[in-house]
């Protein structure tokens, strides 16, 4: 199957507005239920507009204690300065998602092509956690109750190329549905390897960055929860300002060190966190809507919460202009 036909019926190829647009009238019902637009900003306040949006991540990042996060560095305006950093390493944006601005820093000519194509402000360096193993896990906690709880985790298979002794790299990409739209990046990624014949089982890993949208695979994990990974990931998250409702992404060395609580975190999401393990290829739409609506009942019950112990609503108007003036810059 053409991976264009391949798009348009698996739905985790669909775009944002396609999939959730039809849970609209939900929202609209959650809206009028607690009578505030921005409701679900409320469910961590400790986090501008909830972690909807234009939120820090290094202001997160620097309330994880050091044995649970890689050497990171922040830079407000970066000016060529010597970076204490080994290559490779990973340069982001403060104010990113959905893995766009994220990239992996092999060398100077590496850095130096990043700092041409984007904003040099407002940048996060970490060194590379070279673990084979990524999850997602999602944590929430109720205001009124003294522990949180993992009620997902997404496990992730990064986009790797098997070689079948027959074609080039670059015929491998273009009949790859994960990596066929993001052929253009990955040909100039490898373009000195691509008419290189891959032997048969010889394995390439193209994109080492574990976000859906760059071709990682992710596969519903939540199986793997024990007692005392979700005992570890909310002592982390309670000492977090106000977060309440998120995905932690971090990486492993192995199941086991995972499982045991030992493990290194990437980055903290709020409000804007997708309960990806939904992109699992084995679920259907339904089972799909369905935790997606699990997911967005506990954020519905955390604001709420939050207002009745005194959180005040967020101003609605002010979170429309700033979603406003992004879409107009």
């Not at 921005?38 to 939120?55: D, E, L, Q, R, T």
């Not at 298979?157 to 549905?177: A, H, P, R, V, Y």
């Not at 199941?255 to 409000?271: A, D, P, R, W």
Request: aromatic share 14%; net charge positive; with cysteine.
């Amino acid at each position: 199957m053409h991976p264009k036909i391949e798009k348009w019926i698996k739905y985790e190829f669909w775009s944002f507005w396609l999939f959730y647009g039809p849970l609209t009238p939900w929202f609209i019902y959650k809206i009028i239920k607690s009578g505030a637009p921005a409701y679900f900003c409320s469910a961590n306040p400790g986090i501008k507009w909830g972690g909807f949006m234009n939120y820090s991540k290094i202001d997160l990042i620097n309330q994880i204690d050091e044995q649970y996060k890689p050497k990171t560095l922040f830079y407000s305006s970066y000016s060529n300065e010597k970076i204490p950093l080994d290559f490779p390493f990973i340069v982001k944006p403060n104010t990113g998602e959905r893995g766009i601005g994220v990239e992996l820093i092999r060398n100077n000519s590496d850095f130096n092509n990043y700092l041409n194509q984007h904003d040099n402000s407002d940048l996060i360096l970490q060194e590379y956690i070279d673990y084979p193993l990524e999850f997602g896990v999602f944590y929430v906690r109720l205001p009124k109750e003294n522990k949180g709880k993992i009620i997902s985790i997404t496990s992730k298979d990064f986009l790797t190329i098997i070689g079948n002794g027959k074609q080039s790299l670059k015929e491998l990409i273009e009949n790859n549905l994960r990596a066929f739209y993001r052929k253009e990046y990955l040909f100039d990624r490898y373009k000195n390897d691509l008419n290189s014949i891959l032997e048969k089982g010889q394995q390439i890993l193209l994109e080492p960055i574990g976000n859906h949208s760059r071709g990682t695979t992710f596969l519903d994990g939540s199986n793997l929860k024990t007692s005392i990974l979700e005992e570890k990931i909310d002592a982390i998250a309670q000492k977090v300002d106000g977060f309440f409702y998120g995905r932690i992404d971090l990486k492993a060395k192995n199941l086991k060190e995972f499982q045991n609580g030992k493990f290194v975190i990437l980055e903290i999401n709020g409000v804007n966190s997708e309960a990806t393990h939904i992109y699992d290829p084995n679920f259907n739409l339904i089972k799909a809507y369905k935790e997606v609506l699990r997911h967005l009942n506990y954020q519905y019950k955390i604001a709420i919460q939050n207002h009745e112990l005194g959180q005040e609503w967020t101003n609605w108007k002010l979170l429309a202009r700033e979603i406003s003036s992004r879409y107009k810059s």
